[in-house]
T-cell receptor, first 116, second 111 residues
Framework: GAVVSQHPSRVICKSGTSVKIECRSL??????MFWYRQFPKQSLMLMATSNEGSKATYEQGVEKDKFLINHASLTLSTLTVTSAHPEDSSFYIC????????????FGEGSWLTVV | EDKVVQSPLSLVVHEGDTVTLNCSYE??????LLWYKQEKKAPTFLFML????IEKKSGRLSSILDKKELSSILNITATQTGDSAIYLCAVPGGGADGLTFGKGTHLIIQP
Protein backbone atom coordinates (compact mmCIF):
# COMPACT_ATOMS: atom_id res chain seq x y z
CA GLY A 1 0.00 0.00 0.00
CA ALA A 2 0.96 3.64 -0.32
CA VAL A 3 3.36 4.98 2.26
CA VAL A 4 2.97 8.55 1.04
CA SER A 5 -0.57 9.72 0.39
CA GLN A 6 -1.45 12.77 -1.66
CA HIS A 7 -4.84 14.42 -1.85
CA PRO A 8 -6.73 15.37 -3.93
CA SER A 9 -5.75 13.24 -6.90
CA ARG A 10 -7.59 15.55 -9.27
CA VAL A 11 -8.83 19.08 -8.82
CA ILE A 12 -10.35 21.65 -11.12
CA CYS A 13 -10.42 25.26 -9.99
CA LYS A 14 -11.29 28.61 -11.46
CA SER A 15 -8.69 31.20 -12.39
CA GLY A 16 -7.88 33.46 -9.49
CA THR A 17 -8.78 30.98 -6.78
CA SER A 18 -6.42 29.04 -4.53
CA VAL A 19 -6.13 25.30 -4.18
CA LYS A 20 -4.43 23.22 -1.50
CA ILE A 21 -2.75 19.86 -2.03
CA GLU A 22 -1.86 17.67 0.93
CA CYS A 23 0.97 15.18 1.24
CA ARG A 24 1.10 12.73 4.15
CA SER A 25 3.66 10.14 5.12
CA LEU A 26 1.56 7.30 6.46
CA UNK A 27 3.91 5.08 8.42
CA UNK A 28 7.07 7.06 8.89
CA UNK A 29 8.06 10.53 10.00
CA UNK A 30 9.43 12.87 7.40
CA UNK A 31 11.27 15.96 8.55
CA UNK A 32 11.74 16.82 4.91
CA MET A 33 9.36 16.42 2.01
CA PHE A 34 9.72 17.55 -1.57
CA TRP A 35 7.34 18.98 -4.12
CA TYR A 36 7.73 18.38 -7.83
CA ARG A 37 5.90 19.54 -10.88
CA GLN A 38 5.55 17.68 -14.14
CA PHE A 39 4.26 19.05 -17.42
CA PRO A 40 2.91 16.62 -20.03
CA LYS A 41 5.64 14.54 -21.63
CA GLN A 42 8.32 16.16 -19.50
CA SER A 43 10.33 15.01 -16.54
CA LEU A 44 9.77 15.95 -12.92
CA MET A 45 11.12 19.30 -11.79
CA LEU A 46 11.87 19.93 -8.15
CA MET A 47 9.94 22.97 -6.95
CA ALA A 48 10.81 23.18 -3.29
CA THR A 49 11.99 21.39 -0.19
CA SER A 50 9.49 21.39 2.63
CA ASN A 51 11.07 21.50 6.10
CA GLU A 52 9.09 20.58 9.19
CA GLY A 53 8.78 23.57 11.49
CA SER A 54 10.61 26.01 9.26
CA LYS A 55 10.35 27.79 5.93
CA ALA A 56 10.45 25.89 2.70
CA THR A 57 13.46 26.15 0.40
CA TYR A 58 12.47 27.03 -3.15
CA GLU A 59 14.32 26.17 -6.32
CA GLN A 60 15.40 28.95 -8.61
CA GLY A 61 12.54 30.30 -10.69
CA VAL A 62 9.76 29.06 -8.40
CA GLU A 63 7.64 31.84 -6.95
CA LYS A 64 7.38 31.31 -3.21
CA ASP A 65 4.44 33.68 -2.86
CA LYS A 66 2.51 31.74 -5.44
CA PHE A 67 3.33 28.23 -4.26
CA LEU A 68 2.92 28.32 -0.49
CA ILE A 69 4.34 25.34 1.35
CA ASN A 70 3.58 24.49 4.95
CA HIS A 71 5.07 21.56 6.85
CA ALA A 72 3.23 21.74 10.13
CA SER A 73 3.95 18.23 11.37
CA LEU A 74 6.32 15.34 10.76
CA THR A 75 3.75 13.61 8.57
CA LEU A 76 2.04 16.42 6.67
CA SER A 77 3.14 18.97 4.10
CA THR A 78 0.77 21.13 2.07
CA LEU A 79 1.23 22.99 -1.19
CA THR A 80 -1.16 25.85 -1.86
CA VAL A 81 -1.30 27.27 -5.36
CA THR A 82 -2.51 30.82 -4.88
CA SER A 83 -4.30 32.95 -7.46
CA ALA A 84 -4.17 30.05 -9.88
CA HIS A 85 -3.86 30.63 -13.62
CA PRO A 86 -4.33 28.18 -16.50
CA GLU A 87 -0.54 27.93 -16.91
CA ASP A 88 -0.39 26.46 -13.39
CA SER A 89 -2.28 23.43 -14.68
CA SER A 90 0.08 20.55 -14.17
CA PHE A 91 0.78 17.31 -12.31
CA TYR A 92 2.11 18.01 -8.82
CA ILE A 93 3.87 15.24 -6.89
CA CYS A 94 5.29 15.13 -3.39
CA UNK A 95 7.92 12.79 -2.03
CA UNK A 96 9.41 11.92 1.34
CA UNK A 97 12.48 10.00 2.38
CA UNK A 98 12.21 7.23 4.91
CA UNK A 99 15.57 7.64 6.62
CA UNK A 100 14.93 4.80 9.03
CA UNK A 101 14.30 2.17 6.35
CA UNK A 102 17.17 2.41 3.91
CA UNK A 103 16.68 6.00 2.78
CA UNK A 104 14.12 4.97 0.18
CA UNK A 105 12.31 7.90 -1.37
CA UNK A 106 8.59 7.39 -1.74
CA PHE A 107 6.30 9.43 -3.94
CA GLY A 108 2.71 10.41 -3.37
CA GLU A 109 0.19 9.44 -6.02
CA GLY A 110 0.28 12.91 -7.55
CA SER A 111 -2.36 15.57 -8.04
CA TRP A 112 -3.66 16.70 -11.40
CA LEU A 113 -4.50 20.38 -11.23
CA THR A 114 -6.58 21.96 -13.97
CA VAL A 115 -7.21 25.69 -13.82
CA VAL A 116 -10.08 26.88 -15.99
CA GLU B 1 24.57 22.50 -11.26
CA ASP B 2 23.65 18.84 -10.99
CA LYS B 3 22.80 17.14 -14.25
CA VAL B 4 21.29 13.82 -15.29
CA VAL B 5 21.19 12.71 -18.91
CA GLN B 6 19.27 9.67 -20.09
CA SER B 7 19.43 7.89 -23.39
CA PRO B 8 17.74 7.02 -25.55
CA LEU B 9 14.83 9.40 -25.02
CA SER B 10 12.51 6.93 -26.66
CA LEU B 11 12.73 3.30 -27.67
CA VAL B 12 10.33 0.96 -29.44
CA VAL B 13 11.00 -2.79 -29.33
CA HIS B 14 9.06 -6.03 -29.69
CA GLU B 15 7.95 -8.26 -26.87
CA GLY B 16 10.69 -10.61 -25.82
CA ASP B 17 13.51 -8.25 -26.72
CA THR B 18 16.10 -7.12 -24.19
CA VAL B 19 16.61 -3.41 -23.66
CA THR B 20 19.34 -1.36 -22.02
CA LEU B 21 18.61 2.14 -20.80
CA ASN B 22 21.42 4.54 -20.00
CA CYS B 23 21.86 7.25 -17.41
CA SER B 24 24.84 9.52 -16.89
CA TYR B 25 25.19 12.07 -14.15
CA GLU B 26 27.18 15.03 -12.93
CA UNK B 27 26.65 15.78 -9.28
CA UNK B 28 28.73 17.68 -6.74
CA UNK B 29 28.39 15.18 -3.93
CA UNK B 30 27.30 11.77 -5.17
CA UNK B 31 25.40 9.65 -2.71
CA UNK B 32 23.13 7.45 -4.75
CA LEU B 33 21.36 6.98 -8.07
CA LEU B 34 17.75 5.93 -8.33
CA TRP B 35 15.66 4.39 -11.07
CA TYR B 36 11.91 4.83 -11.27
CA LYS B 37 9.18 3.58 -13.58
CA GLN B 38 6.44 6.02 -14.41
CA GLU B 39 3.23 4.98 -16.07
CA LYS B 40 0.21 7.23 -15.85
CA LYS B 41 0.72 8.41 -12.30
CA ALA B 42 3.56 9.08 -9.92
CA PRO B 43 6.86 7.22 -10.33
CA THR B 44 7.31 3.86 -8.66
CA PHE B 45 10.66 2.98 -7.17
CA LEU B 46 12.80 0.37 -8.90
CA PHE B 47 16.37 0.54 -7.61
CA MET B 48 18.71 2.61 -5.52
CA LEU B 49 22.39 2.21 -6.33
CA UNK B 50 25.21 3.41 -4.15
CA UNK B 51 28.14 1.08 -4.86
CA UNK B 52 29.91 0.70 -8.15
CA UNK B 53 29.87 -2.66 -9.91
CA ILE B 54 27.24 -4.35 -7.77
CA GLU B 55 24.24 -5.43 -9.80
CA LYS B 56 20.81 -5.06 -8.32
CA LYS B 57 18.17 -7.39 -9.66
CA SER B 58 14.41 -7.63 -9.46
CA GLY B 59 12.83 -10.21 -11.71
CA ARG B 60 13.58 -9.30 -15.31
CA LEU B 61 15.00 -5.92 -14.34
CA SER B 62 18.56 -5.29 -13.30
CA SER B 63 20.73 -2.25 -12.83
CA ILE B 64 24.35 -1.46 -12.19
CA LEU B 65 26.33 1.65 -11.34
CA ASP B 66 29.72 2.67 -12.72
CA LYS B 67 31.10 5.48 -10.59
CA LYS B 68 34.22 5.74 -12.71
CA GLU B 69 32.14 6.46 -15.80
CA LEU B 70 29.52 8.40 -13.81
CA SER B 71 26.79 6.28 -15.29
CA SER B 72 24.27 3.55 -14.73
CA ILE B 73 22.34 1.16 -16.92
CA LEU B 74 18.94 -0.42 -16.47
CA ASN B 75 18.39 -3.72 -18.26
CA ILE B 76 15.07 -5.33 -18.95
CA THR B 77 15.11 -8.85 -20.37
CA ALA B 78 12.25 -10.72 -22.08
CA THR B 79 10.25 -7.50 -22.29
CA GLN B 80 6.48 -7.53 -21.99
CA THR B 81 3.88 -4.97 -23.02
CA GLY B 82 3.44 -4.10 -19.35
CA ASP B 83 6.99 -2.80 -19.31
CA SER B 84 5.91 0.09 -21.51
CA ALA B 85 6.48 3.21 -19.44
CA ILE B 86 8.80 6.13 -18.91
CA TYR B 87 11.90 5.12 -16.99
CA LEU B 88 13.40 7.89 -14.93
CA CYS B 89 16.86 8.15 -13.49
CA ALA B 90 17.50 10.54 -10.61
CA VAL B 91 20.22 11.60 -8.20
CA PRO B 92 19.84 13.42 -4.89
CA GLY B 93 21.45 16.80 -5.07
CA GLY B 94 19.00 19.61 -5.57
CA GLY B 95 17.99 21.32 -2.36
CA ALA B 96 18.86 19.02 0.55
CA ASP B 97 18.27 15.60 -0.99
CA GLY B 98 15.70 16.73 -3.51
CA LEU B 99 16.05 14.65 -6.64
CA THR B 100 17.38 15.86 -9.96
CA PHE B 101 15.73 13.81 -12.68
CA GLY B 102 16.77 12.99 -16.19
CA LYS B 103 14.27 13.51 -18.98
CA GLY B 104 13.39 9.86 -18.97
CA THR B 105 13.37 7.10 -21.57
CA HIS B 106 9.97 6.47 -23.07
CA LEU B 107 9.91 2.72 -23.67
CA ILE B 108 7.24 1.17 -25.87
CA ILE B 109 6.96 -2.61 -26.11
CA GLN B 110 5.00 -3.77 -29.13
CA PRO B 111 3.20 -7.12 -29.08
Amino acid sequence: GAVVSQHPSRVICKSGTSVKIECRSLDFQATTMFWYRQFPKQSLMLMATSNEGSKATYEQGVEKDKFLINHASLTLSTLTVTSAHPEDSSFYICSAEDRVSGNTIYFGEGSWLTVV
Amino acid sequence: EDKVVQSPLSLVVHEGDTVTLNCSYEVTNFRSLLWYKQEKKAPTFLFMLTSSGIEKKSGRLSSILDKKELSSILNITATQTGDSAIYLCAVPGGGADGLTFGKGTHLIIQP
